[in-house]
T-cell receptor
């Protein structure tokens, strides 16, 4: 199995500021995934983060708004830039490949005021 | 492209009654299917998964699901609902098959349990 730790777990942010979310996995993984869950909605994939290469973004998400780092095989960060109230969401990181299972972190709950 | 449809955004059952949450999928590759539960103000917890082999899979908290390829369905059931089952349930399919990649989620079904 995999244990995923995310920081911060919750935060209230001022509009116009940026926040970086950290995701730490207790095992080495090739791919890590970042999702967004807007209030009352399902999960939407933001991007795939591979170690040693640029992240791959899904339609509707751009690097300038959601820059991602992947410095090693156990860690990734997602930055939400120039935040607006529409960015208020839960952001989750995810990894797979462990016993045919895909694991999620507990999520980072962001409120933008 | 893979997709997931969850029928019923909100299901309400009485305590002790059967729980049935419906999920249909579309996949161009052999699907890996998952059910996750999200309790209020919490993250996602894996309930159960289907990868290969036995089509009836059992998960945590008394839930089970049956993979029916002919019906492209993966419905979640529990014989007797408990108050603690009240939560949101998400069905998901692996986009590229296997468990290495990302998931495509349904819109979720909120389960309410009446005393």
């Amino acid at each position: 199995s995999a244990v995923i730790s995310q920081k911060p777990s919750r935060d209230i942010c001022q509009r116009g500021t940026s926040l970086t979310i950290q995701c730490q996995v207790d095992s080495q993984v090739t791919m890590m995934f970042w999702y967004r869950q807007q209030p009352g909605q399902s999960l939407t994939l933001i991007a795939t983060a591979n170690q040693g290469s640029e992240a791959t973004y899904e339609s509707g998400f751009v690097i300038d708004k959601f820059p991602i780092s992947r410095p090693n095989l156990t860690f990734s960060t997602l930055t939400v830039s120039n935040m607006s109230p529409e960015d208020s969401s839960i952001y989750l990181c995810s990894v797979g490949g462990f016993s045919d299972t895909i694991y999620f972190g507990e999520g980072s709950w962001l409120t933008v005021v | 492209a893979q997709s997931v449809t969850q029928l019923g955004s909100h299901v309400s059952v009485s305590e002790g009654a059967l729980v049935l949450l419906r999920c249909n999928y579309s996949s161009s590759v052999p699907p890996y299917l998952f059910w996750y539960v999200q309790y209020p103000n919490q993250g996602l917890q894996l309930l159960l998964k289907y990868t290969t082999g036995a089509t009836l899979v059992k998960g945590i908290n008394g839930f089970e699901a049956e993979f029916k390829k002919s019906e492209t369905s993966f419905h979640l059931t529990k014989p007797s609902a408990h108050m603690s089952d009240a939560a949101e349930y998400f069905c998901a399919v692996s986009e590229y098959g296997g468990s290495q990649g990302n998931l495509i989620f349904g819109k979720g079904t909120k389960l309410s349990v009446k005393p």
